[in-house]
Each structure stands twice: as C-alpha cells, then as structure tokens.
C-alpha cells in the first residue's frame, strides 16, 4: 500500500486549517450578526462559544483524523463497524455546500474584473448586482438559463480549485501558504483605510460597544454558537482529513487553539473594515449606520461596493484588493471541502492518482453547481444553504460529540489527546463534548424546526424548499450508501477494511 502523506510541517496544516475555516462567514456573516446583536456583547460571547464548543469539538475532529490516519469513513468505521456511512453523510453534505459556494465565489470575480470599471456601476450597485451579474429570475419556478458572467467565472473558479488539489496534501501544502496569508496583509491595509476615514468611529462604536441589553436575548446565544460551528468547517469531514495528513505522532491542542485564534482574526479584522467603511459612508450619505447596514451577499456585493465607491481616493485600487481578498478567503474554504470528499477515495483507491480522484470531484460538484449558475441560482442556493447550515451541519455535529463522548467509551479520545499535547485537557473539555454541545445543537435544532413551521422560510413556495433544502439532506445519506457499496472492494480482493478493524472495547486492554 502507497504511504499516506503528510503535512510537510505544522504550520502548514495550521494554516490549511485556518484556510479552511476562514472563509465568507467571518467577512460577510460575522459583521452582520454583530450588528445585530449588540456589537461588543456578540464579540464576548463569540470568544465564549470559541471555547466551549468550538475548541471541544475541533480538537476532537482533528484527533480522531490523526489517531486513524484515515479520512472521515473509515476513521469512523474503525471506532465502530457501520458508522462509515456517517462519515460519508459528513463528506456528502461537504458536496452540496462546495457546489454552491463556489457560485458565491464566481460573484466575486465577476466584481474583482468589474473593479476595474468601477466607477461606471458603483452609482446603482444594486442593479449592477442582481440585473448584470445575477442576471436575477422572478422566482424559483423561473430557471430562466444560464446567468453568463456566473457560468464563466465558475468555470475560473473551478479551475482554480482543481489546480490547488490536483496533487493532493502536496499542492494543497504550498497553496495555503499564500491563500492562509494574504488575506490577513489585505485586511490589515483595508483597516489602516476605514479606520481613517471621517465618520470610522461611529461605525467603530457601534462594533466595539457592548449593548449589555442584548445579553438575555436566546437569539444572541444561539445566532453565536451556530456562527462558531459554520466558521470552522466542523462536521463536514474536512477537519478529519487534514487530521489525518498529520503524522500520528504531532502536537494537538496547540494547534487547534492557533487554529481558532487564526479564524476568529479574521472575523475581527473584518468587523473593524465592515463597521469602519460603513461608518464612513453613512456619515457621506447624510443617514445613520443602521440605514446603511444589512446582511448576507447584499454587504459584499451591493453596500460594500458602494462604500468603496465613494472613497475619496484610490477606490479602484481598494475595490480590487478587497475582491482579491474575497477570492482568497473562499478559495481555501471550498477546496478544503473537495479534499474532505477526495480523501476518503483516496483511502479506497491507493493506487489511483491523486489527479484522477481530485478530477472526477471536481467535475461533479461542478455539474451539480451548474444549478446555481442560472438565473435562478441565488433562490436555490440560499435554500440549500439554509438547510445545509440549519441542519445539516448540526446533525452531524451532534452525532460527532455523541460518538467521541458516549459511544467510544473509556475517555479513549481524551487519552489519545493527552499524550500528543502540550496542554492537556481535562474533565471540562468531557463535559464539554459529552453534555454541553449535544444539549446545545438538540435545542438550536428544535427551535429551528419549529421556526420552519411557523412560516415557509423566506417565503418561498414550499415546493422549492422540499426539492432544494429538504432534498440534499436526505440525499446526502442515499448517496453514502450507494458510494460506500460502490467503493468497498469485494472480499478476495486486497482490501482496505483488513485495516480498519475497529478497536476493541477498552475494557479488553
Ligand atoms: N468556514 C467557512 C466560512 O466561514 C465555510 C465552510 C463551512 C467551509 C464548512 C467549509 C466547510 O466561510
């Protein structure tokens, strides 16, 4: 059998790491729900989610990947027999969302080569967006074709992708050193840019400031917990192969807290760049921040671009830096998610080329994406993403802690920790995967339920909802199973399963 290969160092799968988790979350989602929920409040209790859910169940991702040396199926088979379908669920929900961020991304490079003519479309960004890019249908009944600009720029996009996987932990290794990076260089500039402009600290104010009456909110707590758990690509399978591409032997805990501290930077960075500009474009436009701010793709793509217009000096230049920056962040996001898919292939087939597997990936969240490239594509994607986020991510979640707290008994995980760790955990980090994080996701997910119940979310015929939110989650099982039976080599042959054997119960050691 060929040698699994590793991380060249740590840093590099630290910063892998950090590629992954840092992606559109912290810039367009993070600022948004800080504004919304008491600015400096958000920020304490975000630090507080960090660490009782976040560290817990990253760490526990990251382990059980580097103890198996195996991606998410087989690392779960070899706790107990039957839970590679879990696993494959996992990295199955990782499709649907890479095939849909990647339509997110090709909006980006659209405004990046845009940015150039900026000063042409920045009066009406609006129409700019939904007319000249989105090219946007009157609903999800009306697929209305391809939206050309988005189609071309997927096709970059997936380019792009395939060329930073194509060889696997090797390509992916000298990728991340700048798509980790860079981002941090360019918000540190678009920083020093807002901060300065006249009407920043009003913005500031309102990031920085606790409004401690939010604090009693349920909606604060939560909207907190979930941002945590989306922004570091827990329960997706990701964090289980790069785990795994570690040699057995390597530190953990640090890691996981630079990881964290990494990912939660570049939220920061960009609530400072958000809040600053805005401030500054509220204060130009006569009218208050609360006018100007808003959420999701609208903040990047028709208030952010506006912001920038009306610079006064250099706005192209800072369009395209903050466009690049876009790009960069997504990109080690959505590939970080074809190598959670990739590598439990590779674990199947050895002897195939890493080109080959990477390829046939690509290709089909490519053609699944092709959905969201059409006229219609912003409705399904945001369904699918509602969906995916909603639930998907928690279920697996909430099956992760329960597996490592409840199901692998006998702290084993825990054990394996400590012996690779600097800084060893203790019965909080149990507490914390056994009781607080289930009991959490169990009640995020049953106000969600009922949330869906009270109304058909964001008012979209439910037909829409069945086929494009409904449809991907139980999918996503189906196909783990056909997968699974397609990939599992017959008995006589040489077989990966010989090596997967799970542990026995520890009371036979
Ligand atoms: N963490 C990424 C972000 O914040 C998104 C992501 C989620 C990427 C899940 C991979 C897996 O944008």
Not at 110 to 117: A, Q, R
Request: contains cysteine; hydrophobic residues 55%; charged residues 10%.
């Amino acid at each position: 059998m060929s040698e699994r290969h590793h991380w060249p160092s740590k840093w590099i799968f630290i910063l892998a790491a950090i590629g992954s988790a840092a992606g559109l979350g912290n810039l367009w989602r993070f600022p948004y729900l800080a504004y919304e929920h008491g600015g400096g409040t958000f920020l304490l209790v975000i630090l507080l989610a960090n660490l009782i859910v976040g560290i817990p169940l990253l760490l526990a991702e990251v382990a059980i990947g580097q103890k198996m040396q195996k991606a998410a199926p087989d690392a779960l088979e070899k706790i107990k027999k039957g839970y590679r379908y879990i696993g494959w669920t996992m990295v199955t929900f990782g499709f649907f969302v890479v095939s849909y961020y990647v339509a997110v991304m090709a909006w980006g490079l659209d405004y990046l080569v845009g940015s150039f003519s900026l000063p042409t479309w920045a009066a009406d960004t609006k129409t700019y967006f939904f007319s000249n890019i989105l090219q946007l249908s009157e609903g999800p009944g009306t697929m209305g074709g391809f939206s050309l600009p988005v189609l071309i720029s997927a096709v970059v996009a997936w380019i792009a992708i395939y060329f930073c996987v194509w060889k696997g932990v090797k390509s992916v290794s000298k990728v991340v050193v700048w798509t980790a990076t860079l981002p941090f260089l360019f918000l540190a500039i678009l920083i020093v840019r807002a901060v300065t402009l006249d009407g920043a600290s009003t913005g500031l104010q309102l990031f920085f400031v606790p409004d401690w009456s939010t604090l009693g909110n349920k909606e604060l707590w939560l909207a907190a917990f979930s941002q945590v758990f989306f922004s570091l690509s827990v329960a997706f399978g990701i964090m289980m192969a790069y785990g795994s591409y570690q040699p057995e032997r390597s530190e953990l805990t640090k890691s996981i807290v630079y990881i964290t501290i990494g990912n939660f930077l570049v939220s920061f960075m960009s609530g400072i760049v958000v809040f600053g500009t805005l401030g500054y474009m509220a204060l130009q436009q006569g009218v208050g921040v609360a006018d100007v701010f808003t959420g999701g793709p609208g903040l990047a793509f028709v208030v952010f671009p506006q912001a920038i217009s009306l610079l006064p000096s250099f706005s192209v230049l800072f369009a395209v830096l903050f466009f690049l920056m876009f790009f960069l962040l997504a990109l080690d996001s959505a590939f970080s998610l074809v190598e959670g898919l990739s590598a439990p292939f590779r674990d199947r087939y050895p002897h195939l080329s890493n080109k080959k597997i990477s390829f046939y990936v690509c290709l089909a969240a490519f053609l699944v994406g092709l959905l969201y490239t059409t006229k219609a594509g912003l409705y399904y994607l945001d369904i699918t993403d509602h969906f995916l986020v909603n639930y998907g991510i928690i279920i697996m979640g909430f099956l992760l802690s329960i597996i490592v707290g409840w199901v692998w008994q006998g702290d084993r995980l825990k054990k394996f920790i400590n012996e690779h760790s600097d800084w060893k955990v203790g019965s909080l980090w149990s507490l914390a995967i056994k009781f607080v994080i289930p009991l959490f996701l169990i009640i995020l997910f049953v106000i969600n339920v009922i949330n869906e119940f009270k109304a058909p979310y964001e008012d979209y015929p439910v037909w829409s909802l069945l086929v494009f939110g409904l449809g991907p989650l139980v999918l996503a099982p189906i196909i783990a199973v056909i997968v699974d039976k397609l990939t599992t080599p017959k008995k006589e042959e040489t077989s990966w399963s010989d090596d997967i054997t799970p542990d026995p119960p520890s009371s036979f050691e």
